[in-house]
C-alpha cells in the first residue's frame, strides 16, 4: 500500500481521549472527542473498552458533546454534563447505569452546569452553576416562599433566555467597566457568579449552599453529607486575574462557614479521600510572582487541622491529584522535561515515588487499587490519543486503544530528531527538528521556526496540541525546529524564572537552535520562516525587530506593547508579575 503525507483535510480524522474511569472487571471507560466538519463543531462520546475488546464500543449517543465523566463511588452509574438538544443548549447533568440503557437528565439549570462531584455515599451530587446577584434573591425567596422547587422548569427556562437576550440587547457601546479583568478571551464579563447547589439523586430536588459575589471554584461533599469544602474566589481576586481563594467547610443545614485554609495561584482543584479525613488541594508557595511559581499540592488533615506541603521536594509543577479508593496514596502528575510523571504520595508513611513514566504526556488518569490498574490517557510522537492499562503489581503495560491507528497506518508521518545544545549563559537547551516525509539529507528545505507561548509552557515531541501542525507543515515540505528556551516549565525555578528577560534569555537560545539546524546542511539559509502564539507571538516580533534572517513572520495573538496590554488584557497580574521590573526588555 503507499502511503500518503498528512493532510489538511486529516484534521476532520483526528480523535482525542480526554478524561478515562476504570470498572470492574477490567473495562473502561473513556471519552473522544472528534471534529464535527458539517456543523463546525466538537462532538464527544463515552467508549467503553475491555482487555479482550479489539475496539471500543460506543456507550454514549456523541451527537453532542458527552463530558466530563465521573463514575459513582460504588462503579454502577456514570454521570456526565452533555449539550443534547442543539449546540446553543447548555450542558446538563446526565446519569446512566455502566451496565447500559438509557441517561437520565438531572438538571436543567437556566446557564447550564460547569463542573460536578459526587457524594462519597453516591446519593448526591454537588455542581457548579453560574448565576447573577439578582437571580440568587429570586431563588432564596421562592425557597422561603416554597411555592416551587429551586430548579428552574422548562418554561422558566425560555422566559428566563428571552429575559437575558433582551437585557443584552439593551447593552450598547461603549460598555461601563468597573473591573480591572472585564473580559475574559474574546467574550465580556457578564453579572454572573459561579456558585455551587447540592442534587439529592432521590428526591431530584437541588439547593443552593454557596452565596454572594465572589465566585465558587472547586466543592466536595464531606462523608456524612452534612457539610460542603468549597474554595472561594476572595475580595481582592475580584480586581485581577490571579487569584487567592478561602478553602471553606461550609455546614449545608444553617449555611455557617469555617474558614479552613488559603490557596494561591490561578486556581485550586479540592479532592476528597474516601474516608473523608483528608482534603487535598492546589496552591503555590507565594503569591509574589506567581506565574513564576511551582504548583503545588497540599495535603490537609480535616479532623486535625495538620498540612503536608506534599510536593516540597519537587522543583517542578505538580497537578491532577487524587486518592485512590482506599485512601492509601494521593497520585499527581508532574512535569519533567518534556514528559510527565505520574508520582504516588503513601499517606501513612509520608513518602514520595514515581509510579509510571515513559516516552509520552500523561494527559488524565484513573487508579483502581483493588484491581493493581492505573488507566492512562496519553500522547506521544507517533500517536497524538492513546489509551494505555498500567498494571502495577506485575508492573506490565498494555495498550488499549489508538484513536487514530487506522487512518495513520495509510499515512506517511514526519520523523521528529531531539538536539540538545549550549543555549544562553552556558544553559543545556533542548529541542527538536522534524524532517519532512520522504526526507534527502543531499537537498535544501526550507524552514519553520515555532516558538510556543506563556512563557512558561512546555513544548514536547509528544504534544498533542501542536501535533497536528507540525506534521501537515513538515507535509508540505518544511523542516519544522522547536524548543524549550528559557522561561520554559518541566526545568525547575531557576530555568523559568525570566521576568524582565522575555526578549533577551529566550531569543537568544532559540536562535542559536536555528544555527545548530542550519548547521546541518540540509536547510536553505534564504528560507527560513518564523511563528509563535501569544508570547510566542511578543517572542516573534522581537526577533524580527532584531534579526533579519527571516523570511516571513506570523505572529499569532501576540503580546506586542506591554504598557497599553496590561489595562486591556485578561492576565493583568500576570503582566505585572512578569514584566514589573526597571527595565523590561
Not at 530 to 549: F, V
Request: aromatic residues 12%.
Amino acid at each position: 500500500m503507499e502511503l500518503k503525507d498528512i493532510s489538511i483535510e486529516d484534521l476532520y480524522l483526528l480523535r482525542s481521549i480526554m478524561k478515562v474511569q476504570i470498572l470492574p472487571g477490567k473495562k473502561y471507560l473513556f471519552e473522544e472527542q472528534k471534529l464535527n466538519k458539517k456543523e463546525d463543531k466538537y462532538n464527544s462520546a463515552i467508549f467503553l473498552q475491555s482487555d479482550e475488546d479489539a475496539k471500543p464500543k460506543q456507550f454514549s449517543s456523541g451527537l453532542s458533546q458527552d463530558k466530563s465523566m465521573k463514575l459513582s463511588p460504588n462503579k454502577e452509574l456514570v454521570a456526565f454534563l452533555s449539550q443534547r438538544g442543539g449546540e446553543k443548549e447548555k450542558p446538563q447533568l446526565y446519569i446512566m447505569p455502566v451496565d447500559g440503557g438509557e441517561s437520565i437528565k438531572y438538571t436543567t439549570m437556566a446557564n447550564g452546569v460547569n463542573s460536578f462531584n459526587w457524594s462519597l455515599d453516591g446519593k448526591k451530587i454537588v455542581f457548579s452553576h453560574r448565576v447573577s446577584l439578582e437571580e440568587q434573591g429570586d431563588e432564596d425567596k421562592a425557597q422561603k416562599e416554597k411555592d416551587k422547587p429551586q430548579e428552574l422548569s422548562d418554561i422558566d427556562l425560555k422566559v428566563k433566555k428571552l429575559k437575558n437576550v433582551e437585557a443584552e440587547k439593551k447593552k450598547v457601546d461603549p460598555r461601563v467597566v468597573r473591573k480591572i479583568v472585564y473580559r475574559k478571551g474574546t467574550s465580556f464579563m457578564d453579572d454572573k457568579i459561579n456558585h455551587f447547589y447540592i442534587l439529592d439523586l432521590e428526591t431530584r430536588k437541588t439547593c443552593r449552599i454557596t452565596n454572594g459575589e465572589f465566585n465558587y471554584i472547586s466543592a466536595v461533599l464531606s462523608k456524612d453529607g452534612t457539610k460542603v469544602y468549597a474554595a472561594k474566589q476572595k475580595e481582592d481576586g475580584q480586581l485581577n486575574d490571579l487569584y487567592e481563594f478561602l478553602i471553606e467547610e461550609i455546614t449545608i443545614e444553617n449555611n455557617e462557614i469555617k474558614e479552613l485554609k488559603s490557596a494561591l495561584g490561578f486556581g485550586t482543584n479540592l479532592v476528597l479521600s474516601s474516608d473523608g479525613i483528608w482534603l487535598a488541594y492546589d496552591t503555590l508557595s507565594t503569591i509574589d510572582e506567581a506565574s513564576t511559581q511551582n504548583s503545588e499540592i497540599n495535603l490537609l488533615n480535616i479532623e486535625s487541622g495538620l498540612e503536608t506541603l506534599v510536593t516540597e521536594s519537587i522543583d517542578n509543577h505538580a497537578f491532577s491529584a487524587s486518592f485512590d479508593s482506599k485512601t492509601d496514596y494521593l497520585y499527581f502528575v508532574v512535569d519533567e522535561w518534556e514528559k510527565n510523571i505520574l508520582y504516588r504520595y503513601s499517606i501513612d508513611r509520608e513518602t514520595l515515588e514515581k509510579i509510571v513514566y515513559g516516552d509520552y504526556l500523561i494527559l488524565s488518569y484513573d487508579v483502581d487499587p483493588d484491581q493493581g490498574l492505573i488507566l492512562l490517557n496519553v500522547s506521544n510522537v507517533k500517536e497524538p490519543s492513546k489509551l494505555i492499562v498500567y498494571d502495577y503489581v506485575y508492573k506490565v503495560t498494555k495498550t488499549l486503544w489508538e484513536s487514530n491507528k487506522d487512518w495513520l497506518k495509510e499515512r506517511f508521518p514526519a520523523t521528529t530528531e531531539e538536539i540538545k545544545y549550549i543555549g544562553d549563559e552556558q544553559k543545556e537547551i533542548q529541542g527538536w527538528v522534524i524532517k519532512p516525509p520522504n526526507f534527502d539529507s543531499n537537498k535544501k528545505y526550507p524552514l519553520i521556526l515555532e516558538i510556543h507561548g506563556g512563557p512558561h509552557a512546555t513544548w514536547s515531541p509528544h504534544e498533542r496540541s501542536m501535533w497536528f501542525e507540525f506534521q501537515y507543515f513538515a507535509s508540505q515540505g518544511y523542516v519544522i525546529f522547536y524548543c524549550n528556551p528559557q522561561g520554559s516549565s518541566g526545568r525547575g525555578f531557576d530555568f523559568r524564572y525570566i521576568v524582565a528577560k522575555w526578549g533577551t534569555k529566550p531569543a537568544n537560545d532559540i536562535l542559536l537552535g536555528v544555527d545548530q539546524t542550519v548547521v546541518k546542511g540540509y536547510v536553505d539559509e534564504n528560507s527560513l520562516f518564523i511563528t509563535g502564539g501569544s508570547y510566542g507571538g511578543y517572542m516573534t516580533a522581537w526577533i524580527i525587530g532584531n534579526d533579519k534572517r527571516f523570511k516571513a513572520a506570523v505572529p499569532l495573538r501576540g503580546v506586542y506593547n506591554l504598557v497599553s496590554f496590561w489595562s486591556t488584557t485578561d492576565i493583568t497580574q500576570f503582566t505585572k508579575d512578569e514584566t514589573d521590573r526597571k527595565s523590561v526588555v
